[in-house]
């Protein structure tokens, strides 16, 4: 939990965006409601601080709440404010960044309070996949606000904050002392709504200026920066980490500078932004060489994510199946068919780098050529194929297993002949479905070539309004 003194919104607009380069808008609105005598009640700027500024030179605008006004409550003015920003924001395409610190509905002016909200959902819905959203919660997200982060595509949340729909005490059977739903560690543990839990104010704000360095600042234009590493550099003992992808994003990074998406949900899908000669590139790759509902869904997400922004995708593959559990058996189908559509869809530059194993339908969906990889390169110790070359070797040999006198070996035998012929990585490339094999101290620099030569990529898709499930 943070000590460090709670910033003001003003304060917190200050530390996010570049020297002097705040122009407020709105400065003079406050309240029109006189119902339940609230005309005797001062609201400087409803609530809310609402403007554009620079980051790292960048254009983009900023809400900020403010607690100390009514608890930062969304009134029909203060949803007003946020929504002209919106609008201006479409307009000339730039990110819009949300400090929430928020009570919720602002109850005294009812109807015109719950109006004024559902206007910012609909301005949030038609801004999404057009400019970046990013959502930063400094004490209290709850009730309807919530939805406001989820509609973002990046949020942080500050250790001391709370994101909730239902407060802890409203759950039956539960209360805060038991499980604090509502708290920074249980909504990153447990759901997909933050990327980032922060140590503090300032720590939450460095992390978004970061952030809007990498993003492009709308779905039209593509996100590079500057690179002074070396892009030919190989990578000593990158095969060390092959069952370790965010260690292999770092490694073939500039800098080895990566930003993390959703870090403490789904751990075994690792999700990220990296820049690759100052290229900014989004990497999907497994961690614990099972897929997990969780895993599946964060995927899918990053890789629309990804397609909206014209974000190259680059997965590093190292899968075995799916994680099989009662609870994941619910779920893992619908799941990882939204991956799957996630990754076949996009058409953006997609590269695939098997780094360890490569089987079954959990390959399939990890970007395989099969639903659309441009490239897919192999480390020479990668296996693909349906299933491990000793099982395969049970399955399919299992009279002549069963006839030996020398079970182990026999099995042993028969699973170098199946790798040899058909699960190696040469085996698999003489069939096409690999590119090229690569050695693993060389994969920075065959990445980038391949993006490089993706880089005016144009592929078209059937129209359709949005996806059927």
């Given at each position: 939990?943070?000590?460090?003194?709670?910033?003001?919104?003003?304060?917190?607009?200050?530390?996010?965006?570049?020297d002097?380069?705040?122009?407020?808008?709105?400065?003079?609105?406050?309240?029109?409601?006189?119902?339940?005598?609230?005309?005797?009640?001062?609201?400087?700027?409803?609530?809310?601080?609402?403007?554009?500024?620079?980051?790292?030179?960048?254009?983009?605008?900023?809400?900020?709440?403010?607690?100390?006004?009514?608890?930062?409550?969304?009134?029909?003015?203060?949803?007003?404010?946020?929504?002209?920003?919106?609008?201006?924001?479409?307009?000339?395409?730039?990110?819009?960044?949300?400090?929430?610190?928020?009570?919720?509905?602002?109850l005294?002016?009812?109807?015109?309070?719950?109006?004024?909200?559902?206007?910012?959902?609909?301005?949030?819905?038609?801004?999404?996949?057009?400019?970046?959203?990013?959502?930063?919660?400094?004490?209290?997200?709850?009730?309807?606000?919530?939805?406001?982060?989820?509609l973002?595509?990046?949020?942080?949340m500050?250790?001391?904050?709370?994101?909730?729909?239902n407060?802890?005490?409203?759950?039956?059977?539960?209360?805060?002392?038991?499980?604090?739903?509502?708290?920074?560690?249980?909504?990153s543990?447990?759901t997909?709504?933050v990327d980032?839990?922060?140590?503090?104010?300032?720590?939450?704000?460095?992390?978004?200026?970061?952030?809007?360095t990498?993003?492009?600042?709308?779905?039209?234009?593509?996100?590079?920066?500057?690179?002074?590493?070396?892009?030919n550099?190989?990578?000593?003992?990158?095969?060390?980490?092959?069952?370790?992808?965010?260690?292999?994003?770092?490694?073939?990074?500039?800098?080895?500078?990566?930003?993390?998406?959703?870090?403490?949900?789904?751990?075994?899908?690792?999700?990220?932004?990296?820049?690759?000669?100052?290229?900014?590139?989004?990497?999907?790759?497994?961690?614990?060489?099972?897929?997990?509902?969780?895993?599946?869904?964060?995927?899918?997400?990053f890789?629309?994510?990804?397609?909206?922004?014209?974000?190259?995708?680059?997965?590093?593959?190292?899968?075995?199946?799916?994680?099989?559990?009662f609870?994941?058996?619910?779920?893992?189908?619908?799941?990882?068919?939204?991956?799957?559509v996630?990754?076949?869809?996009?058409?953006?530059?997609?590269?695939?780098?098997?780094?360890?194993?490569?089987?079954?339908?959990?390959?399939i969906?990890?970007?395989?050529?099969?639903?659309?990889?441009?490239?897919?390169?192999?480390?020479?110790s990668?296996?693909?194929?349906?299933?491990?070359?000793?099982?395969?070797?049970?399955?399919?040999?299992?009279?002549?297993?069963?006839?030996?006198?020398?079970?182990?070996?026999?099995?042993?035998?028969?699973?170098?002949?199946?790798?040899?012929?058909?699960?190696?990585?040469?085996?698999?490339?003489?069939r096409?479905?690999?590119?090229?094999?690569?050695?693993?101290?060389?994969?920075?620099?065959?990445v980038?070539?391949?993006?490089?030569?993706?880089?005016?990529?144009?592929?078209?898709?059937?129209?359709?309004?949005h996806?059927?499930?």
């Open positions: 939990m943070s000590d460090k003194l709670k910033m003001s919104a003003s304060e917190r607009i200050a530390c996010l965006l570049d002097a380069s705040f122009v407020e808008i709105g400065s003079e609105v406050t309240s029109r409601t006189t119902d339940f005598n609230t005309q005797s009640l001062d609201t400087p700027k409803d609530g809310v601080v609402t403007g554009y500024g620079q980051i790292d030179g960048r254009l983009v605008y900023v809400y900020s709440q403010d607690s100390a006004v009514l608890g930062g409550a969304i009134g029909e003015m203060h949803g007003k404010k946020i929504a002209a920003i919106y609008s201006l924001a479409m307009k000339v395409g730039a990110p819009v960044i949300g400090l929430i610190d928020c009570a919720g509905l602002r005294q002016e009812a109807t015109d309070s719950l109006h004024s909200f559902g206007s910012l959902f609909k301005k949030s819905t038609m801004a999404s996949g057009i400019i970046p959203q990013i959502t930063v919660i400094f004490g209290n997200s709850g009730g309807g606000t919530s939805i406001l982060a989820a973002s595509d990046f949020t942080y500050v250790d001391s904050a709370k994101l909730f729909v407060s802890p005490n409203a759950i039956k059977g539960n209360y805060e002392e038991k499980c604090d739903t509502a708290s920074a560690a249980f909504v543990g447990n997909s709504l980032e839990v922060c140590e503090s104010d300032e720590d939450a704000l460095r992390k978004v200026r970061n952030l809007v990498y993003l492009p600042a709308n779905n039209m234009e593509d996100a590079f920066g500057d690179c002074e590493d070396d892009i550099r190989t990578i000593p003992n990158i095969a060390d980490y092959k069952d370790d992808a965010r260690k292999v994003a770092e490694c073939i990074a500039d800098d080895s500078m990566v930003i993390e998406s959703k870090k403490d949900f789904g751990m075994d899908v690792f999700t990220g932004l990296i820049r690759i000669g100052g290229v900014t590139v989004a990497v999907i790759g497994n961690q614990e060489r099972l897929i997990s509902p969780d895993g599946a869904s964060k995927a899918a997400s890789a629309n994510l990804a397609d909206s922004f014209n974000i190259p995708i680059l997965t590093l593959t190292n899968v075995k199946g799916f994680e099989a559990s609870e994941s058996e619910r779920t893992i189908a619908k799941e990882t068919a939204k991956l799957t996630a990754l076949a869809d996009a058409t953006v530059p997609k590269v695939n780098v098997i780094i360890g194993d490569a089987f079954g339908s959990a390959y969906v990890m970007n395989s050529k099969s639903i659309g990889a441009d490239i897919v390169y192999a480390w020479p990668a296996k693909v194929g349906i299933t491990d070359p000793q099982v395969a070797a049970e399955i399919i040999y299992a009279d002549e297993i069963d006839a030996s006198t020398d079970k182990v070996e026999v099995i042993k035998n028969y699973a170098d002949k199946i790798s040899k012929e058909q699960s190696d990585a040469k085996a698999v490339a003489r096409g479905y690999i590119d090229d094999i690569i050695e693993p101290d060389a994969t920075r620099k065959r980038f070539a391949a993006f490089d030569m993706l880089a005016t990529k144009r592929e078209d898709r059937p129209y359709k309004k996806m059927a499930f």
